[in-house]
């Protein structure tokens, strides 16, 4: 439900810090991002989501989250079980009349300082 890749084009340090270790690059924000990156969004994410007052197991108190990984980034989609999550999400349906993003707001609140992590990251590979 949401996506991270990595965008050089906003990020001059980022860039440079590719540069620098441009045979391990790709490896270290790879494992950065599925050690570090994906996981700190799941919480972000989790965070944020609502709790219902109906009686059951919610998605903020449960492993309701996964990731897939790709090349230079991530993508941070519901378990099968809780695909639910689409409606208060997006604002679907007549019980959720507003649309909270919380997967995008998680995204958003961990997108810095990830980037600043994957810099320093990155130019800590440089100097090994």
């Known amino acids: 439900?949401?996506?991270?890749?990595?965008?050089?084009?906003?990020?001059?340090?980022?860039?440079?810090?590719?540069?620098?270790?441009?045979?391990?690059?790709?490896?270290?924000?790879n494992d950065f991002l599925e050690s570090k990156g994906a996981p700190e969004t799941m919480r972000a994410i989790i965070g944020l989501m609502p709790i219902s007052r109906v009686n059951k197991q919610h998605a903020k108190e449960s492993s309701s989250l996964q990731k897939k990984m790709e090349n230079l980034g991530f993508e941070i989609l519901p378990k099968k079980k809780f695909n639910y999550l689409v409606f208060p999400n997006d604002g679907i349906g007549n019980k959720n009349l507003k649309e909270q993003m919380f997967f995008q707001l998680g995204l958003k609140q961990v997108e810095g300082p990830l980037i600043k992590q994957l810099t320093d990251a990155l130019l800590k590979a440089a100097e090994l």
């Open 1 to 29: 439900m949401v996506k991270f890749n990595i965008e050089f084009e906003d990020n001059e340090e980022l860039l440079e810090a590719f540069k620098q270790v441009p045979n391990k690059a790709e490896k270290v924000t």
